[in-house]
């Protein structure tokens, strides 16, 4: 059969329902094979766009996502997004097209080495050099794409490869069970959780990405040991849990890391360095037992004492069921601590001045948001206020980037969350900066006749940055500038559109948004002014006697 029609044949064989994309002349052969699937093809305005799609894809699925461009600058507009799947464990096959191999037509015409180029940013890249290879690429692209740690894996289809006559044949889908924890190792671990004062969980990313929420809490039920989470963490136990303490949104400082700093032990599971550190590790302090389905990497802000490897939920459960002796143990601590962060984070949530505080918009959306509903986040200061003050209640309601932490995924990310989950209402909470770098994407979003609701937080600088600046005592220079008209430019795709005057306005437009169908634009003006005062200085000036 021809090499194109193998190709689709071998994604069907993966299950694949959705390719992203944009694409071109290389890829032709490949595109009049999806023709007759029952693979669905989401044309998008940019390629990034559908990298962020595909990534998004395989982080709420566990399973690949899948998105195509053509050769060169169609190929190198992936980068972003293959950075975004690798150092966010996020499965995701690429296909790119190229010139033909055999012969040349067009000497060196958008030639590009895609292949090196996608090296040090993917699990596997290959060009395909014989059609009758298609199949055992393709399977062993998702094998990698989903094993521990999960990642980005390329393919590129030449022209001339695509239109070869070669067999068909197609290798079938082979899972394969993650393998439990060493006995001795969980010994160890509960010897050290059992003599430890005060022990403390950690969740992480890589709980998230493996639906562990059931063993963890389990574990918390068992144990009564309190948890704090890191901002990709989030939700997968319940926040409204009298054990939660809250999230590790900054590195230290924090008021949580007053308590992080008293524990003698914490017990990490599913956090891995790649992810900014929820806290840094000093020689002969706290001990950390890492739980994950890898070693742990050793950096110089992390080196546990001891590493549990295999399957998070067989070894979190397993240590539930082992540990036995709780005499040792001292919570008194960790709970006045979980008072002065409640107290601390509630404190500007009924704020009505207008422009809105980032911690009274977490408040609402929050209020609004059913339990399942999702919010997406781009990259920007508010980042922090959300993973900070805003409760996750279910796993991967708050899908955001900690740890490349690129600007320009929100937008896709959420229409991506919409498509595959349209029983949910979906909130895509952007800055103005980070919703320009792909704003063209609303277009993909009216035509796929998605409900969405997209706030866009309008200070006309770059906040997170101007932040930054000012705590290092710089004046403010080179980060402002001016928006277009977001009701009109919204208005221009199709969306509805909404500017509101006043919190009450807000409130009350984002409870018309969540009830009624398109897309939905809310232009809200944000003040940023207490971000300094309060994540420079008082946190800096707090104490941790209490």
Known sequence: ??????????????????????????????????????????????????????????????????????????????????????????????????????????????????????????????????????????????????????????????????????????????????????????????????????????????????????????????????????????GVLDERHPQFLGTAALSKNDFLHCAINRADLIINVGHDVIEKPPFFMEKNRTKVIHVNFFPAQVDEVYFPQLNVIGDIASSVNALANQIKDKSNWDFSYYGRIKDEVESHLTKYSEDSRFPMLPQRLVHVVREQLADDGIVTLDNGVYKIWFARNYKCYQPNTLLLDNALATMGAGLPSAILAKLIHPEKKVISVCGDGGFMMNSQELETAVRLDIDLVVIILNDSSYGMIKWKQEGMGFDNFGLEYKNPDFVKYAESYGCISHRPKTDEDFSTILSKCLTTEGVHVIDLAVDYSLNHSILNVLLKEKSCIL
């Open 1 to 234: 059969m021809k090499a194109s029609d193998l190709f689709i044949k071998a994604l069907e064989n993966e299950g694949v329902e959705y390719i992203f994309g944009i694409p071109g002349e290389e890829n032709l052969d490949f595109l009049n094979s999806l023709k007759n699937s029952n693979i669905k093809l989401v044309l998008t305005r940019h390629e990034q766009g559908a990298g962020f799609m595909a990534a998004t894809y395989g982080r709420l699925t566990g399973k690949p996502g899948v998105c195509l461009a053509t050769l060169g600058p169609g190929a190198t507009n992936f980068t972003t997004p293959a950075a975004y799947a690798q150092l966010g464990g996020m499965p995701m096959l690429m296909i790119t097209g190229q010139k033909p191999i055999k012969k040349s037509k067009q000497g060196r015409f958008q030639i590009v080495d895609i292949v090196d180029l996608f090296h040090p940013i993917t699990k596997y890249t290959h060009q395909i050099v014989n059609g009758n290879n298609i199949p055992a690429m393709v399977r062993e692209a998702f094998r990698l794409a989903i094993q521990e740690r999960p990642g980005a894996v390329h393919l590129e289809l030449p022209e001339d490869i695509a239109a070869e006559d070669c067999e068909d044949r197609i290798f079938d889908v082979v899972g394969f069970r993650r393998p439990d924890s060493d006995e001795q190792a969980l010994k160890t671990a509960t010897k050290m959780i059992e003599a430890a004062k005060m022990p403390l969980l950690l969740i992480g990313a890589g709980a998230n990405r493996k639906r562990t929420s059931k063993a963890l809490t389990h574990f918390v039920e068992a144990t009564g040991i309190p948890f704090f989470n890191t901002q990709m963490g989030k």
